[in-house]
C-alpha cells in the first residue's frame, strides 16, 4: 500500500500562483508514474500532467503552458507549480502513483481561485 498526501492547495486571487505537494509514502524509484489530476464542481476527474520515473514529463494539451510537474527524489515528493491562475482552475487536484503492484490516488488538495 502506497500512501499520498497532497498539500498546498487553498484560496488564491486570479493571475497568482501555487505550488502543490504530494508526498509518497515509498521512494519513487520505485513508481512507473505519477500524475496530478483535477476535478472541477460538477466536472470530470481530468489529467493535468505525468511524469515518469525516467523524468520524463507530459501534459494535457490545455494544461500546457501555466502548469508544471516536478519532483524531489530525496524528499519523495512530487510538485506541480501552478502559474497565472483562473477562476476556472478552481478544482480538487488528486495525486497518483502507478506502481508495478497498484494504482494509488490521494485524498486530494482543494484549489479555490477567486478575488
Known amino acids: 500500500q502506497v500512501q499520498l498526501v497532497e498539500s498546498g492547495g487553498g484560496l488564491v486571487q486570479p493571475g497568482g500562483s501555487l505550488r502543490l505537494s504530494c508526498a509518497t509514502s515509498?521512494?519513487?524509484?520505485?513508481?512507473?508514474?505519477m500524475a496530478w489530476y483535477r476535478q472541477a464542481p460538477g466536472k470530470q476527474r481530468e489529467m493535468v500532467a505525468t511524469i515518469n520515473r525516467g523524468g520524463i514529463t507530459d501534459y494535457a494539451d490545455s494544461m500546457k503552458g501555466r502548469f508544471t510537474i516536478s519532483r524531489d527524489n530525496a524528499k519523495n515528493t512530487v510538485y506541480l507549480q501552478i502559474n497565472v491562475l483562473k477562476p476556472e482552475d478552481t478544482a480538487v487536484f488528486y495525486c497518483?502513483?502507478?506502481?508495478?503492484?497498484?494504482?494509488?490516488w490521494g485524498q486530494g488538495t482543494q484549489v479555490t481561485v477567486s478575488s
Open positions: 515509498t521512494s519513487i524509484s520505485s513508481i512507473n508514474l
Open positions: 497518483r502513483a502507478v506502481l508495478p503492484t497498484g494504482d494509488f
